[in-house]
């Protein structure tokens, strides 16, 4: 006797929650995702369809495979993976589960998906993510990247999370999850870098919305607040812009 599993049709399709490392590629022309365990050599983007990572013919999600895209449906469940020393720099997706799958007791195995939001966490200081930055790993044709503060990025390769989401496309929306209130960022300036020629080039003027307003107006606050810093040095008695011990007028 053939067991078979009870048929679902959705009239909406399922709303799922994972973990992913962002990417971006080495042209810094596309954004995606690569994955945190199965299949993570294999970067993809906001809409994607599984493949079997072993290289079988048939069609993900099989039965007698474990291929397919993953995800739970708690979304507390996922945000607890960030946890773990090899995720911290990870985000969190909020994928819609789209043609077949496989519903288990905590989440879905599926064929096809499409990433609807993505929550970017904190900075290893502490201090809310205003850019991604390159981790200092990679795939081949792709830079992984991390979410930093303003100060943490000085002199790395960045993006802005409104320009990650540009590049991925497809409506994808990219927020800054939870962090302390960056105080530190006075001393900062504007990551190099992606960034930086992506601006040279002008593609930062089109379609900014208020979050990515806000994250390039901490940005240019951080570089003024570095000039300023410069500039009292050049002041204080004994800097470069006066002799030892005589007062500056």
Known sequence: MRLRLPSERPTEPPTGYKIAHPVLSQDGTRAGFTGVSLGGALPY???????CVYGLR????HRR?????????DRSAAEALLCTAG???????????LGAYIRFERGFRY???????????????????????DAGWGRTGWRGLAPVCAVCARGRAAVSLGRFARLAGHGVRVVAGGGSTPGGE???AVPTGIEAADGAAGGRADGLGVPELVAEAALLQARLDWFQTQLARLGQPGGP???QGEPQG
Not at 45 to 51: I, K, L, N, R, T
Not at 87 to 97: F, I, K, T, W
Not at 111 to 133: D, M
């Open 58 to 61: 048939h069609r993900a999600p």
């Open 45 to 51: 983007g906001v809409v994607a369809e599984a493949a």
């Open 65 to 73: 495979c474990d291929c397919g895209f993953h995800c739970v449906h």
């Open 186 to 188: 006075g001393t900062g």
């Open 111 to 133: 064929a096809r998906q499409r990433v609807r939001v993505v929550t970017v966490g904190p900075c290893g200081c502490g201090a809310v993510a205003r850019v991604l930055a």
């Open 241 to 243: 812009g006066g002799q």
């Open 87 to 97: 995720h911290r720099g990870a985000v969190l997706l909020e994928v819609s589960v």
